[in-house]
């Protein structure tokens, strides 16, 4: 008995991304990202793991969408590598690279699999990084240009479209805290780097506008944060305002308000005037998306204080503490609070009205492994994605318009600066031979697929 029926439109669907599973780092034109120079500089990434061959998907893509088709799932929500399509960043396309992405939307599509493509998560050409990257407006104009090219290549064949993945992450972990590529602490030049980003986004809308049919979706995808604070101290409100601004508005409000925060601008002025917004670049930033993309794996919890440098925070510090949230816990050290992708989503019904929204990351990592019969038994994933999942439902049910849900991630992968400690995937996989495994949570994710909903309580197959 199905005691959670989702909507019979609803989209079910995993989730990758080009660095974390492609491999192939140097073939078919490909050069370095800025994620190849982080991982291979010593110390940057544990165990010294990079993602020359990650998951080997490059070569193994048939066989990977064959696990998709099997588990049934109605969307694959993929990236393109930048560097694989446009080595430089600049001028034309590289075929082959191209080629690549042709033949894995003709694969999903013989499966009867919506393709979703995602123009960038993260791998910037380090070509373009060299001449300043994301704090450097002309990277914006490139990304557009970019964005042309891959459109031009699979337009005809692709519905849905993402501009960025998690932006947030790309400009103040890439370039306040330096934990990701590029590696640079420069709490002034993520501020720039986030408004290139949603230069870049509204550039990319224009562009993709242009040379889709009216019939696509185009959307961004953001991880928001839950952010709740420690007490109603005066203090501990005003830093969750200061981390709300940082973390979320200062995505939403360009993207659906065409504005900067005022606070946020107040928060950051011993940082920067924000003299880098030029005349007309709200209007850029704020072109009108069908849809937006929420990734959610864990609320923020924030008090008065100081959290210690280098911060992903310019602009917070020494303002905000960060709390660790009660509860059960990931392989990560993140906490399980399913509540707080409730709350996000009802936030954005209240403040973005009229504005569908789908779930396209939620997942966890555990220490999972083989057991001597082969099997990998998941039950804290599992008790992870149907808390989630009923999440989704309830949000559903207070009128909340979700469109779909991406499980991260179908496969084991490079874990960026965790290299591959930490597993996500709901298919195991053994990087010396590539052998995939799906693990209980597939079976129970296909479970779900195939019922279109929860059952209740949570059992062997959810």
């Known amino acids: 008995m199905t005691e959670l029926a989702f909507p019979a439109a609803f989209r079910w669907g995993t989730a990758t991304a080009a660095y974390q599973i492609e491999g192939a780092a140097d073939e078919d034109g490909r050069t370095p990202s800025i994620w190849d120079t982080f991982s291979r500089t010593p110390g940057r990434v544990r165990n010294g793991d990079t993602g020359d061959i990650a998951a080997d998907h490059y070569h193994r893509m048939t066989e990977d969408v064959a696990l998709m088709k099997d588990l049934g799932v109605t969307d694959y929500r993929f990236s393109v590598a930048w560097p694989r399509v446009q080595p430089t960043g600049r001028g034309p396309a590289v075929q082959k690279g191209l080629d690549f992405y042709r033949r894995l939307v003709d694969e999903l599509l013989a499966a009867d699999i919506r393709p979703v493509a995602t123009l960038y998560h993260w ?30 290549a699979l337009g005809d064949r692709v519905a849905t479209w993402t501009t960025l993945n998690e932006p947030w992450c790309a400009a103040f972990l890439g370039y306040a805290s330096g934990e990701h590529a590029p590696g640079r602490t420069e709490p002034a030049a993520a501020l720039r780097a986030a408004h290139h980003l949603n230069l870049a986004h509204g550039r990319a809308v224009q562009v993709l506008r242009a040379a889709l049919p009216p019939s696509a979706e185009v959307s961004l995808t953001l991880n928001l944060h839950a952010v709740r604070a420690l007490s109603d101290a005066e203090e501990d409100r005003d830093a969750a305002r200061r981390v709300d601004a940082l973390g979320n508005r200062i995505f939403l409000d360009p993207v659906f308000h065409g504005r900067l925060p005022e606070d946020l601008v107040r928060d950051t002025a011993a940082l920067t005037d924000w003299s880098f917004v030029r005349d007309g670049d709200l209007e850029v930033t704020s072109a009108p998306v069908d849809s937006l993309g929420i990734n959610y794996y864990s609320p923020t919890v924030v008090a008065a204080g100081a959290s210690g440098a280098p ?68 039950p804290e994933r599992v008790a992870y994605l149907h ?58 994710y296909a479970d779900v697929i195939a019922r279109g909903g929860l059952r209740g309580p949570l059992g062997p197959a959810g």
């Open 311 to 378: 911060s992903p925070w310019p602009g917070a510090e020494p303002h905000v503490r960060f709390v660790p949230a009660p509860g059960p816990r990931t392989a990560m050290d993140w906490p399980v609070d399913a509540e707080g992708l409730y709350e996000l989503l009802s936030r954005l019904r209240d403040e973005l009205p009229g504005v569908p929204l789908m779930v396209t990351e939620n997942g966890a990592a555990y220490d999972d492994y083989a057991d001597p019969s082969g099997e990998v038994h998941d």
């Open 123 to 152: 791998d910037l050409p380090q070509e373009l990084e060299d001449a300043g990257g994301w704090p450097q407006r002309e990277t914006a104009e490139r990304f557009a240009a970019y964005a042309e090219l891959v459109a031009g």
């Open 387 to 444: 808390a989630h999942l009923a999440a989704v439902h309830r949000a559903l049910a207070d009128g909340v318009d979700v469109r779909g849900y991406f499980l991260w991630s179908l496969l084991d992968n490079f874990e960026w600066a965790y290299g591959y400690g930490k597993r996500f995937g709901i298919v195991h996989v053994d990087f010396a031979s590539q052998r995939r495994t799906p693990k209980d949570s597939a079976r129970w």
